[in-house]
């Protein structure tokens, strides 16, 4: 790495260090005064106190010879997106939202920068591209030349693609992905292999799952209540149990035919699937793609 590059990063992250982290209460108060006052100020404040994330996340994509300086660079485009559409009373926090705009700014940067292959922009492509390299390192396949057939088939599977597809971005990924185990250039002593992404949750990614259960234990809720008592509790006992009461059993329970249990069961779950819907459209934040 060159001086100029670790001089730019240790800038960017003195930089980020000046800022500290908000509390939700600041956070919102700097956000709504953004949102709805146009306060350059608490737009500052507000992506400022991110700028941790955007290293965070850039370091993830590493392995893709590109400087990390530009990762950041791009990350912090992503960043900005994410705080002009940023609602705070959408009652999320901002690191949530912005964590996608980031990813999805950067990953787009390195489809376009990637100078080794010409890259296709399907979906099953950018999948291939963004994790071949560590499903190859979980199966061990290490070596130059197309995979063995049982570990294309893997990689499918996992990715969701075809097997053609997994050959074809391994041959044209073949010139840059020789070997994870070679050095990254010169006389470096580090490998390709250690900057592959640490694949366990980060922070952000452990609280995002955690808003997102919230969330649906609260659209579920808002739903429930738009059900009669009977309907409510023959969906519970039916659909939403480890172990869910039997037709039979609730027959008996209400004195109706199995076949009337059903009918209210269908019945009740597809009103409780249109609330479910009618409160995500109400009250969910905008999904980005990753």
């Known amino acids: 790495m060159s001086m100029k590059f670790d001089s730019s990063l240790s800038r960017f992250v003195t930089e980020a260090k000046r800022y500290p982290m908000l509390t939700h209460e600041r956070e919102r108060e700097v956000a709504a005064a953004w949102h709805e006052k146009t306060d350059r100020a608490a737009l500052d404040e507000l992506v400022g106190s991110h700028l941790r994330l955007v290293v965070k996340i850039a370091r993830g994509f590493a392995g893709y010879g590109l400087p990390l300086s530009d990762l950041v660079a791009e990350g912090n485009v992503g ?168 037709l039979e059993e609730l027959s008996h329970k209400y004195a109706v035919s199995r076949e009337r249990i059903r009918q209210i069961e269908v019945r009740a779950f597809e009103k409780l699937q249109k609330a479910v819907t009618a409160a995500n459209i109400s009250h969910a934040p905008e999904r980005i793609a990753a």
Not at 180 to 195: Q, T, V
Not at 227 to 244: A, C, M, Q, S
């Open 79 to 246: 960043l900005m997106q994410a705080a002009e559409k940023f609602d705070p009373d959408r009652g999320f926090r901002f690191a949530t939202y912005a964590m996608w705009w980031i990813r999805a700014s950067i990953q787009e940067y390195i489809l376009h920068s990637w100078s080794l292959v010409k890259i296709g922009t399907t979906a099953a492509q950018k999948k291939l591209f963004f994790n071949l390299r560590r499903l190859k390192a979980q199966l061990q396949q290490f070596e130059q030349g197309d995979l063995p057939s049982e570990a294309v088939t893997a990689i499918a599977v996992e990715l969701d693609v075809s097997e053609n597809e997994v050959i074809e971005m391994n041959r044209r990924l073949g010139g840059a992905d020789t070997s994870l185990n070679a050095p990254l250039g010169g006389e470096a002593e580090s490998e390709w292999l250690e900057l592959l992404p640490d694949e366990r949750p980060s922070q952000e990614t452990v609280l995002g799952d955690l808003e997102e259960g919230r969330r649906r234990r609260d659209l579920l809720g808002v739903a429930l209540k738009k059900l009669n008592p009977r309907e409510r509790e023959i969906v519970v006992e039916r659909r939403l149990k480890d172990e869910p009461a039997t």
